[in-house]
């Protein structure tokens, strides 16, 4: 008699197949009970209680596959397509759509940062206080792989956020598995976010390592990260999910300014649109650059921190901005300390002797201090040989940068 083979048979049949087997008595789980002392009626059921599940799992597999759409057409037809404007949730450091990593170095506020651009897009206001934002249609879902859901709380209730319906309450899941790259953990996160009332267009992840290590993938691996990052397109996806926020580590060796990046497999870079890096000077300010897709090139910028409220600001300086004004006022201070007294003229090229340095700038900073009136110059119009004002006649008498303005430009 012909026997149907295991290729002939379809996905269904299959499975029923495979059912069936399993309802035949299992020898060695028997012996194992009896040894053990144990029911084995009961170890038998577990164990086929299990199989059958995993089975399911499977045959489900082989059903849910959605092709993507036909092949057809030509790229004229596809050029012809209505496109749509430029957009962006965040201007200048955010396009709708993208999946944006926010790279900072531990304790510095990647959390306090997530939560402050949770209040700008609750309540429409300007990120920072300088980015304008697009109040977008939804809400915002919120995961804490990290924080203690009493700190969340405290922080959130402390920026004072007015349009509290704009997100969901926060999904806290420290000491709570959700591997993203099992396929019921992405089944159960998709059918929660296609549940929520008026849809959801942010979905916030916080922090990319705890959540790589609940899939059990080292962050070294970009085998392992590239399985991890497809759950996440994939989850947006099929949940209709515009935007996605995701908090990352920095290594803790330090790096160069503008050479910073996140910690392990370089796959996360690759896949993400636009890199936030949130960076602090030891004990100084913080910084926040920004660069991707849709032009998105934001220079690092100044951002302040109230203790009080948790809320960030930027200032407006920009680190290459303070840098050279640090690196201006410390030149300042080494031609005035060249002077030995009040009563000593110098000419430029006994200043450039005495200081060291590149000779065009230190004759720039010489025009600006004789300008300010802080030199004095003795020659025709002003020129050299030149010797400190009264009123400035000693080291430290421009301040140092990140103090007050100086009273002469910077």
Request: with cysteine; hydrophobic share 35%.
């Amino acid at each position: 008699m012909y026997s149907m083979t295991e290729d002939e048979l379809t996905p269904a049949e299959q499975m029923n197949r495979e059912l069936d087997h399993l309802e035949k008595v299992d020898p060695e789980l028997q012996e194992f009970a009896k040894l053990r002392g144990i029911d084995a009626s009961n170890l038998q059921q577990k164990v086929r209680d299990e199989e059958v599940r995993q089975a399911v799992r499977d045959y489900l597999k082989t059903i849910t596959f959605r092709p993507p759409e036909p092949l057809g057409g030509t790229l004229g037809t596809f050029l012809a397509k209505p496109l749509p404007p430029v957009q962006y949730l965040i201007e200048g450091l955010h396009g709708d759509g993208h999946n944006t990593v926010i790279t900072a170095k531990f304790k510095v506020g990647k959390s306090t940062m997530l939560f402050n651009l949770i209040k700008s897009l609750c309540d429409g206001v300007p990120f920072l206080g300088k980015f304008n934002v697009t109040q977008p249609v939804g809400r915002i879902v919120y995961l804490n792989y990290e924080m203690e859901e009493r700190d969340v709380q405290r922080d959130l209730a402390k920026l004072g956020i007015e349009n509290t319906d704009g997100m969901v309450a926060p999904v806290n899941l420290r000491g709570v598995r959700l591997p993203l790259t099992d396929d019921r953990a992405q089944e159960w996160l998709i059918e929660q976010l296609k549940g929520v009332p008026g849809g959801v267009h942010t979905l916030m992840l916080d922090t990319y390592t705890k959540a790589l290590s609940q899939c059990g993938i080292d962050e070294n691996d970009n085998s392992g990260v590239g399985q991890f990052l497809d759950a996440i397109d994939y989850v947006k996806n099929q949940a209709q999910v515009a935007n996605l926020f995701m908090t990352a580590h920095m290594g803790r060796a330090d790096h160069e300014e503008g050479e910073e990046r996140t910690r392990g497999a370089t796959r996360l870079n690759d896949w993400q649109d636009v890199g936030w890096i949130y960076t602090r000077r030891n004990g100084g300010p913080a910084f926040l650059a920004a660069s991707g897709r849709r032009g998105i090139n934001q220079e690092a910028c100044e951002i302040q921190w109230n203790p009080e409220t948790l809320e960030l600001k930027a200032t407006g300086q920009t680190r290459d901005s303070l840098n050279e004004r640090s690196r201006r006022t410390d030149l300042r201070e080494k031609i005035l300390d060249a002077f030995d007294d009040d009563i000593v003229r110098l000419s430029k090229n006994q200043i450039n002797q005495r200081v060291q340095g590149r000779k065009a700038a230190i004759n720039s900073e010489i025009d600006t201090l004789v300008k300010a009136g802080i030199l004095k110059g003795h020659g025709r119009d002003g020129g050299g040989p030149y010797s400190r004002s009264a009123g400035h006649s000693g080291p430290g008498t421009t301040p140092s940068a990140g103090g007050v303005d100086p009273p002469f430009p910077l």
